[in-house]
């Protein structure tokens, strides 16, 4: 298994400022995923995130809103630029770690309330 | 494509009865299956997963779920509910080829009274 800490768990910020969210995982992988879970609703994939490439975005989701960095093999941050309330959300790092990639372990999350 | 159906937004147990959460998938190749389970505030925690083998698969906390390829199900069930298993069951499903990207059903929020 794996240990996955966020940071901060949750945060209220303003318009059109933006939130880093860091991601720290107790061990090194290759695979790291950021999801938004808007209110009352399921899980979405915002992005991939290997080490030594750039992220890959899902449909609906653009670097200069999302911006992710992964400088090494056990972190990653996720910022959400030109905040607006739409963007409240929760949002989720997870890793895969396991035979083929098989077993998804998430972090506690960061609870995002934009005003 | 894949996709993951939960076609109940909420299911009402009473403690001591048995507990089902419905899970359908379509995907175009063979579909790995997992149930996580999310407390209030808190991460998603992982339960089970069906990636080839036996059709009924034993998970944390009491839980189970039975892989059914023809009717592309994955249904999740517990014998014996508790109070505390009251929280969000998600159902995902991810491919031999979607190098780890996981689709996530809805979520069934799962009441069970005392």
């Known amino acids: 298994s794996a240990v996955i800490s966020q940071k901060p768990s949750r945060d209220i910020c303003q318009r059109g400022t933006s939130l880093t969210i860091q991601c720290q995982v107790d061990s090194q992988v290759t695979m790291m995923f950021w999801y938004r879970q808007q209110p009352g609703q399921s899980l979405t994939l915002i992005a991939t995130a290997n080490q030594g490439s750039e992220a890959t975005y899902e449909s609906g989701f653009v670097i200069d809103k999302f911006p992710i960095s992964r400088p090494n093999l056990t972190f990653s941050t996720l910022t959400v630029s030109n905040l607006s309330p739409e963007d409240s959300s929760i949002y989720l790092c997870?890793?895969?770690?396991?035979?083929?990639?098989?077993?998804?372990?998430f972090g506690p999350g960061t609870r995002l309330t934009v005003l | 494509a894949q996709s993951v159906a939960q076609p109940e937004d909420q299911v009402n147990v009473a403690e001591g009865n048995p507990l089902t959460v419905k899970c359908t998938y379509s995907v175009s190749g063979n579909p790995y299956l997992f149930w996580y389970v999310q407390y209030p505030n808190r991460g998603l925690q992982f339960l089970l997963k069906y990636i080839t083998g036996d059709n009924l698969v034993k998970g944390s906390y009491g839980f189970e779920a039975e892989f059914n390829k023809s009717q592309t199900s994955f249904h999740l069930k517990k014998p014996s509910a508790l109070v505390s298993d009251s929280a969000l069951y998600f159902c995902?499903?991810?491919?031999?080829?979607?190098?780890?990207?996981?689709?996530f059903g809805a979520g069934t929020q799962v009441v069970v009274t005392p």
């Open positions: 995902a499903v991810r491919t031999t080829d979607s190098w780890g990207k996981f689709q």
């Open positions: 997870s890793v895969l770690l396991g035979l083929v990639w098989n077993e998804q372990f």
